[in-house]
């Protein structure tokens, strides 16, 4: 396994999301299994595991501090604040809330410190950006955290240059996380120069596309009935239909540069910049060990000018969000007529 520089640590080039145990693609896996994954995962090479209060309203942090209690002086531990479950109308019931005021804030971090059996949360994310709340505010209070000695190092999810701009007066931010692939391309825009001229860590979530850029692709018509990808722009069926034309090419270059597809995705990604990790998630343990694989495959340059050309936003069809996903977020976005 490589190793790059995240802040002050040395994680995995390739390293865990751990959403896709417990959220968003369809029904959780059993917990056991879960845990099994991660384990596997930390025996071949990863040290650096990412979670989020609002994965499985909780459900996330718990199997991942249950797993690594442990080992946790062994592994870096992100986990991410300021978009939580909360039991808005007194019934038990969670509903998923942005809310980024300190006293929020504050909550979020004491309780996933419970649920992850830490003392300590190495990078703490703003997941999203409380557009209601100056960003000042929001990471001066997770500055405090800090001081406290709650979390090591602050991280941004889903910003844009400016706004990780604003933050990095405020405290340094370590790390940037957000989708990009080769089929999401808006960090080039403007956020992955911010952060190499900030000295600012790339973390990218999502590097296979959310299954696409595989051997075998989502059936769109088969996905649960909870799986995010039902309301994204991409995978609905007449974009879903034109996107999937884009694979055989794909697929054949994957071949011909001696991977698989999904593989060539995350090693395009690591070819990019020594200052960008790779973050895919999986529930399956063949997944994982391909996906970590990936960390081991060279591109030429043809090969890397090949997969730029054949995916990008000008070939892919349909947005990366929905407009009240896309509302949430604050990353630049192309104009009208590119994905």
Same mark, same amino acid.
């Given at each position: ?132 709340? =100056? ?8 500055? $405090?955290?800090?001081? $406290? ?15 990780? $701009? ?70 609905? =069926? ?22 698989? =597809? ?11 910049? =020594? ?65």
């Amino acid at each position: 396994m490589q190793f790059r520089q995240l802040g002050p640590f040395k994680v995995s080039a390739v390293s865990l999301g751990c959403m896709n145990i417990c959220h968003a693609y369809g029904a959780p896996i059993p917990q056991d299994q879960a845990e099994r994954l991660l384990l596997s995962a930390f025996e071949l090479g990863v040290n650096h595991f990412d979670t989020a209060a609002i994965y499985g309203f909780g459900v996330s942090e718990t199997i991942v501090g249950r797993t690594f209690a442990r080992h946790r002086d062994k592994i870096v531990l992100a986990s991410k604040g300021g978009m939580a479950g909360v039991d808005v109308s007194g019934d038990g019931k969670l509903v998923r809330v942005i809310d980024g005021r300190p006293e929020a804030l504050r909550k979020n971090v004491e309780d996933s410190l419970r649920r992850l059996q830490t003392d300590v949360i190495d990078l703490y994310y703003l997941h999203r950006w409380d557009k209601k709340v =100056p960003v000042e505010d929001s990471v001066g209070e997770m500055s $405090r955290m800090v001081e $406290r000695g709650y979390v090591r190092t602050l991280g941004l999810s889903e910003a844009s240059a400016i706004t990780l $701009r604003r933050a990095h007066k405020v405290h340094p931010i370590t790390a940037l996380q957000t989708e990009y692939s080769l089929w999401t391309r808006n960090p080039e825009i403007a956020v992955l120069q911010a952060c190499r001229e900030l000295g600012v860590a790339f973390v990218a979530f999502s590097p296979v596309a959310r299954g696409f850029l595989s051997s075998s692709p989502p059936d769109v018509g088969a996905l649960d009935a909870k799986d995010i990808r039902r309301t994204m722009p991409r995978f609905q =069926p007449d974009n879903w239909a034109a996107n999937l034309k884009l694979l055989p090419d794909y697929q054949a270059l994957a071949q011909q540069a001696g991977c698989t =597809p999904a593989q060539l995705a995350i090693a395009w990604l690591l070819h990019k910049a =020594p200052h960008l990790i790779a973050l895919p998630g999986t529930s399956s343990l063949a997944h994982l060990q391909e996906d970590l694989a990936a960390a081991e495959v060279r591109l030429s340059q043809a090969v890397m000018d090949k997969a730029d050309a054949l995916i990008n936003q000008h070939t892919v069809t349909g947005l990366r969000y929905s407009a009240q996903s896309e509302s949430e977020v604050d990353t630049e976005t192309f104009p009208a007529g590119a994905a």
